[in-house]
């Protein structure tokens, strides 16, 4: 093919970088044409903000989805994981079983959480029937740990009830800050008695039909202070927060590993400690949620299709190895805090292009997002919803014929594998 | 004068029975029995067999089986009564005089330097200090203690200078030289074995054979049949572990690779180990000056491990534990080292008052913390962890560090590492020697710590599964071997992370020409 990738980026980093200069494509600016912008989800916004009135062409490709918020904005992802599961409930769907108390069977993959101010009176009475529990208070739009506090009474967060009884923008008009505040896990998994929480890297191609994709080289990132459920430690963010940004400026950090330990060192720890079945289950549970999350924001998404991205999943493990999606970033750090996160991060960009630009020729986006196995490198597929959909009127035809299934046969997407063994 | 077999027998059973009998095993066998005897089942006439046929049934006889397979693992070599004990544990008068005089070389180094930094061998703490490491005792590494002044007594390049420059005074090496040259550096005349002697006691890594731990190696079986073996070596792990119970079976298991989920125990099994873990009082009580270098050893290594930093408290709890647990030594009776001591202040020299420091007798050198390291990822109990590390260590670990003329001790590893390598390797062998590069240079670090700390912790835990399932370190001296034979360029002697072990060593044991 005739012509090489034009590159930009606003965010200077060498994987990026290294990457596009491997691949000899030729680096751009944002005024001139260009065929690949790997931007920060500050541009984004301009480029489809009806004011600017960009319109992409065939050629142009970006690696964000327009209203990506409404998956990697804590507060928009919940009301929209709280709307999918009542969907499903009136569909009547089989996912939206309940257990004897009210819980979801299915679908309780995120911890309970409320936005503050709007639904004060909602937690104060969750919180009441139990109140002897600690939540988290984040502020939606920020990222990195940052504002993040822990609270045990009501006291706390007196700054966030309603002021008047009716207003519910009170938070815009009286400048206060918009906030989640969910259950805090208070009985995470302790490995060597600290806390961690795994980050995981999954791409999406396209939302309708969904097709997404996990990166095999995920890591654990470990608190340096050792868990103490104490609320006297409350203040001290070092024993709760795992992100990068704050353990940094702990004392305990270690410029070597960084606090850092890959899934693979999980999954061998896990499997050694606790057998292999637990643990293939957690597994198909943490891809369960996520193909789940990404089901519950499709119908909102603004499926472009110049658009492609590259999540950073943060999940908890609880103490009955029960994953909990806490959140979702749309612009992964991409900075390297030791040699071995340079290259997993150089891969992870390596590969993501290899599959949404194939064979590093100038992208069409209306190409067909169905990369050949061997252009995968370290992803799995996850969930690809063409295909299941064929296989499941295939399943149908074939019960219909009378013919019984022995096996399934093998699988393409991982997604229904976790789906088959939760919900069946 | 050698004795005949049955001596040897019935010296090796009268031995254990000895042993035996002062254990809990015994006593608790004993207390089952006399409780028995009031079940319905038990008839005075066939008094002996119904005890016995109980016993049997209500699984008692298997722990024994177990109790008698562990004296088995650990007694020492029967000899003749009269042989004097240093003789049983090293019968080479030049390997004593050598393992003796560095002893006490590294006595000496320990001692000046709790001279030189005024820090005492052992002092008892005071309350508040007890009261706080006591609270602390699950997080020893949030604690920064300086311990800039504190050097590792020693390194295994330290070591293997000794190791160079041992020499059996009786053996003329000059004409050994001339005979048959000998380019590597250990410069004693122990027989090591080959290949074909190699091939047949490690019979199970036949290429042919089903091995755990060969994902990669699809293109000698094919997928299908892959699996079915996997399926068929987990069933009969799982067969043997919860059935069974038996520490034989584990063992025979264990020589062609544990499945991940079923290794703790498996090798718990093969060990016999019993949970134990009460020395906590005597690290609450007393501060040694080896606690600092086991600190320090932590925080050189471990902490700084991509794949350990995360049990840097386990390690500091299970050292510290062990250096203060006097069963350790025990294994003195079979280890070709002595315990080093010390005298009480003022009696320097007076055998009435001297101590055994540290009270396991083992000095730790820089990366002994490595023999624990990979365990944590198998037990996420401290009590479980410390008695599977014990046990290997009293059983393999020991010899890595020990000057001995036994065939599983350090220098046979180094001599049949380098005659293996010259034997089959010559041009790689010659070329490292020209460049300045003796291998053994290289590969010595790594073979110390059975290399904990170079392999990935998968490929480092099925190397272990090996050691236990053929009781030797051989295969530790074969390992490197393997690597070069198939990656000969640099880069991989510097970085072992990302090799596969077992297939290197089934290939190197079985695919090489001889």
């Given at each position: 093919m005739a012509g090489k990738v034009k590159w930009v980026t606003d965010i200077e980093k060498s994987?990026?970088?290294?990457?596009?200069?491997?691949?000899?494509?030729?680096?751009?600016?944002?005024?001139?044409?260009?065929?690949?912008?790997?931007?920060?989800?500050?541009?984004?916004?301009?480029?489809?903000?009806?004011?600017?009135?960009?319109?992409?062409s065939d050629e142009q490709l970006v690696n964000h989805f327009p209203n990506h918020y409404e998956l990697t904005r804590k507060d928009l992802m919940i009301k929209n994981i709280k709307r999918y599961r009542k969907e499903l409930e009136?569909?009547?769907?089989?996912?939206?079983?309940?257990?004897?108390?009210?819980?979801?069977?299915?679908?309780?993959?995120?911890?309970?959480?409320?936005?503050?101010p709007a639904d004060y009176n909602l937690f104060v009475e969750e919180f009441r029937k139990n109140p002897s529990s600690t939540w988290i208070m984040k502020p939606c739009g920020k990222a990195q740990g940052k504002g993040i506090f822990l609270i045990n009474k009501l006291s706390q967060i007196k700054k966030w009830s309603r002021d008047s009884r009716t207003s519910t923008f009170v938070a815009a008009s009286s400048g206060k800050e918009a906030?989640?505040?969910?259950?805090?896990?208070?009985?995470?998994?302790?490995?060597?008695?600290?806390?961690?929480?795994?980050r995981l890297y999954v791409l999406v191609t396209t939302y309708r039909p969904l097709k997404c994709y996990m990166y095999k080289l995920g890591f654990c990132r470990f608190c340096t202070v050792k868990y103490t459920p104490s609320t006297s430690e409350l203040d001290n963010m070092f024993v709760h927060l795992t992100n990068v940004a704050i353990q940094k400026h702990g004392d305990d950090y270690n410029h070597v590993h960084g606090g850092k330990w890959t899934v693979s060192n999980l999954r061998l720890y896990l499997e050694s400690t606790r057998g292999k079945e637990v643990t293939n289950r957690l597994f198909d549970q943490i891809h369960w949620i996520v193909v789940q999350s990404l089901k519950a924001v499709a119908p909102v998404m603004n499926n472009d299709k110049h658009c492609f991205e590259c999540y950073g999943y943060d999940i908890i493990i609880d103490d009955k190895l029960k994953p909990w999606l806490i959140e979702?970033?749309?612009?992964?750090?991409?900075?390297?805090?030791?040699?071995?996160?340079?290259?997993?991060?150089?891969?992870?960009?390596?590969?993501?292009?290899?599959?949404?630009?194939?064979?590093?020729?100038?992208?069409?986006?209306?190409?067909?997002?169905?990369?050949?196995?061997?252009?995968?490198?370290?992803?799995?597929?996850?969930?690809?919803?063409?295909?299941?959909?064929?296989?499941?009127?295939?399943?149908?035809?074939?019960?219909?014929?009378?013919?019984?299934?022995?096996?399934?046969?093998?699988?393409?997407?991982?997604?229904?594998?976790?789906a088959a063994a939760t919900w069946k | 004068r050698r004795m005949d077999e049955g001596t040897v027998l019935s010296l090796s059973i009268a031995q254990i029975v000895q042993r035996l009998k002062g254990s809990?095993?015994?006593?608790?066998?004993?207390?089952?029995?006399?409780?028995?005897?009031h079940r319905p089942e038990i008839k005075l006439e066939s008094l002996k067999e119904d005890v016995r046929s109980f016993l049997k049934t209500s699984g008692w006889e298997k722990k024994l089986q177990n109790a008698i397979y562990r004296e088995l693992h650990i007694q020492l070599p029967p000899s003749h009564p009269t042989a004097p004990l240093e003789h049983l544990k090293e019968p080479l008068a030049y390997m004593r005089k050598a393992q003796?005089?560095?002893?006490?070389?590294?006595?000496?180094?320990?001692?000046?330097?709790?001279?030189?930094?005024?820090?005492?061998?052992?002092?008892?703490?005071?309350?508040?200090?007890?009261?706080?490491?006591?609270?602390?005792?699950?997080?020893?590494?949030?604690?920064?203690?300086?311990?800039?002044?504190?050097?590792?007594?020693?390194?295994?390049?330290?070591?293997?200078?000794?190791?160079?420059?041992?020499?059996?005074?009786?053996?003329?090496?000059?004409?050994?030289?001339?005979?048959?040259?000998?380019?590597?550096?250990?410069?004693?005349?122990?027989?090591?074995?080959?290949?074909?002697?190699?091939?047949?006691?490690?019979?199970?890594?036949?290429?042919?054979?089903?091995?755990?731990?060969?994902?990669?190696?699809?293109?000698?079986?094919?997928?299908?049949?892959?699996?079915?073996?996997?399926?068929?070596?987990?069933?009969?792990?799982?067969?043997?572990?919860?059935?069974?119970?038996?520490?034989a079976a584990a063992q025979q298991y264990s020589r062609r690779g544990c499945p991940t989920g079923l290794r703790a125990d498996l090798w718990a099994l093969i060990l016999n180990s019993t949970n134990q873990l009460q020395l906590r009082a005597g690290v609450i009580q007393h501060n040694l000056l080896v606690d600092n270098l086991i600190y320090k050893d932590v925080k050189l290594t471990a902490s700084n491990d991509d794949y350990y930093f995360v049990f840097e408290d386990f390690l500091y709890q299970v050292l510290l534990c062990f250096s203060r647990d006097t069963a350790v030594l025990e294994h003195f009776k079979y280890n070709s080292a002595t315990p080093p001591k010390s005298y009480l202040h003022g009696k320097v020299g007076d055998e009435e008052y001297a101590v055994v420091y540290p009270p396991n007798g083992v000095i730790p050198f820089h990366g002994f913390s490595m023999y624990v390291a990979p365990l944590c990822f198998l037990y996420n109990e401290p009590s479980k962890l410390y008695s599977v590390f014990r046990e290997m260590y009293i059983r393999y670990f020991f010899r890595l560090h020990s000057i001995s003329s036994s065939f599983s001790g350090i220098v046979s590893l180094c001599l049949q590492f380098e005659r293996l390598l010259q034997t089959h390797l010559p041009q790689l062998f010659y070329h490292l020697r020209q460049i300045g590069a003796q291998p053994l240079r290289i590969a010595f670090k790594w073979m110390v710590r059975a290399f904990s700390g170079y392999l990935s912790t998968d490929q480092l835990l099925l190397l272990w599964d090996r050691i236990l399932g053929y009781d030797s370190l051989e295969v530790v001296a074969g390992r490197y071997n393997l690597n070069s034979y198939f990656h000969t360029n640099y880069a991989v002697l510097a970085d072992l992370s990302t090799l596969k072990v077992i297939p290197l060593i089934q290939i190197f044991l079985f695919a090489t020409a001889i």
């Open positions: 994987v990026l970088i290294n990457n596009f200069e491997k691949r000899e494509w030729v680096q751009v600016t944002e005024n001139e044409d260009w065929n690949f912008y790997w931007m920060s989800i500050q541009t984004i916004r301009n480029v489809f903000s009806v004011d600017t009135g960009y319109r992409l009136k569909e009547g769907s089989l996912l939206a079983e309940k257990d004897k108390n009210g819980k979801y069977i299915y679908l309780d993959f995120v911890p309970v959480t409320f936005m503050l906030y989640v505040i969910s259950l805090y896990i208070d009985n995470p998994l302790l490995i060597g008695g600290k806390k961690f929480d795994l979702v970033n749309a612009s992964p750090s991409l900075t390297s805090s030791t040699a071995n996160d340079r290259i997993l991060k150089y891969n992870l960009i390596n590969d993501t292009l290899n599959i949404v630009t194939p064979n590093g020729e100038i992208p069409d986006c209306r190409w067909n997002r169905s990369p050949p196995r061997e252009a995968l490198g370290n992803y799995q597929v996850l969930y690809d919803e063409e295909q299941a959909q064929s296989e499941s009127a295939e399943h149908d035809l074939r019960s219909r014929s009378g013919q019984l299934l022995g096996s399934k046969g093998t699988r393409g997407s991982a997604g229904a594998r976790p | 809990h095993l015994h006593s608790q066998i004993e207390r089952q029995a006399k409780d028995c005897l003796a005089s560095w002893e006490k070389r590294i006595l000496k180094s320990l001692n000046s330097m709790s001279t030189e930094l005024g820090v005492p061998l052992a002092r008892k703490r005071p309350g508040a200090e007890q009261k706080e490491l006591t609270n602390k005792w699950n997080e020893m590494g949030t604690d920064e203690p300086d311990l800039s002044r504190f050097r590792p007594v020693y390194a295994p390049k330290d070591f293997l200078e000794v190791l160079i420059s041992l020499r059996n005074p009786n053996h003329d090496s000059c004409e050994d030289v001339c005979a048959r040259s000998h380019w590597g550096l250990i410069q004693v005349p122990l027989n090591v074995r080959d290949i074909p002697q190699l091939r047949q006691a490690y019979a199970e890594l036949n290429l042919s054979s089903g091995q755990l731990g060969i994902d990669d190696l699809a293109h000698v079986h094919p997928v299908g049949s892959r699996l079915f073996l996997h399926s068929c070596l987990f069933s009969i792990a799982f067969c043997v572990v919860v059935v069974g119970q038996d520490s």
